[in-house]
């Protein structure tokens, strides 16, 4: 019985995508999490938008499939790279995808493609500081919550329908490498936890918004 539910389990991880652009430490986090037998989700591939990528090695002695799509190849082009993206995620057969790290903005066009099935994580508690900076303009603000949140991807940057969240306190005398080291070591914990609520189909973009996915 026991060994039923696990071939069925194996025979129904959603096939995961994970891109990122530098370090990948949420990369790995993923990863260590994918290897549970019971873990809803297999990470079948690592993509970047750059070959220097520290996380892609990580990725590539985990025995996971690598890509290169780099960006500086088409120019102002933004379009045809995300084709190009595109073209690397079907041939892989992805069900989902999540943005670790990768500090690339996408077109609507491929945000739409992929709505309901794209996760991003942002070092801070949305709605509240998007974009870049975030720890050292929750420092200034003189927040005593920070954190971290995975969200849907919408077409408006660091927008979308939040899955999950982890909170931080800001403690006296902190400064942004502090605060971004215990920001991170929540989003190691945070980004499993989002990924299984998806890929289990807990969470969904239109439980998450109120709207349906436009698929
Ligand atoms: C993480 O802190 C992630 O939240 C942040 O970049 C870092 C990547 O670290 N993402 C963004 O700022 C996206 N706007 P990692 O490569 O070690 O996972």
């Known amino acids: 019985m026991a060994e039923k539910r696990a071939v069925e389990t194996r025979m129904s991880k959603k096939r995961v995508a994970i891109l990122i652009s530098g370090r990948g430490s949420n990369m790995a986090a993923l990863v260590e999490a994918a290897k549970a037998k019971d873990y ?27 890509a290169i799509v780099d960006h500086r190849l088409f120019g102002e082009d933004r379009a045809a790279f995300d084709r190009a993206l595109d073209a690397q995620l079907q041939a892989h057969q992805i069900d989902i995808v999540c943005l670790a790290g990768f500090m690339r903005l996408l077109t609507p066009a491929f945000v739409e493609r992929w709505t309901g099935r794209m996760l991003n994580i942002h ?6 500081f998007k974009g870049l900076d975030t720890h050292r303009r929750a420092l200034e603000a003189g927040v005593k919550q920070h954190g971290a949140t995975v969200h849907f991807v919408v077409p408006e940057m660091d927008s979308g ?33 989002a990924l299984r609520l998806v890929a289990e189909g807990r969470t969904t973009f239109a439980a998450a918004s109120g709207k349906e996915p436009s698929r």
């Open 161 to 193: 329908p939040i899955v999950a969240q982890g909170a931080v306190p800001v403690r006296e005398g902190d400064t942004e490498d502090s605060l971004a080291q215990r920001v991170l070591e929540v989003e190691h914990r945070l980004y499993p936890h």
């Open 40 to 66: 809803p989700a297999e990470i079948v591939l690592v993509l970047s938008n750059r070959a220097d990528a520290a996380g892609l090695d990580h990725a590539r002695k985990a025995g996971i499939a690598t």
């Open 123 to 128: 070092p801070a508690l949305l709605p509240h």
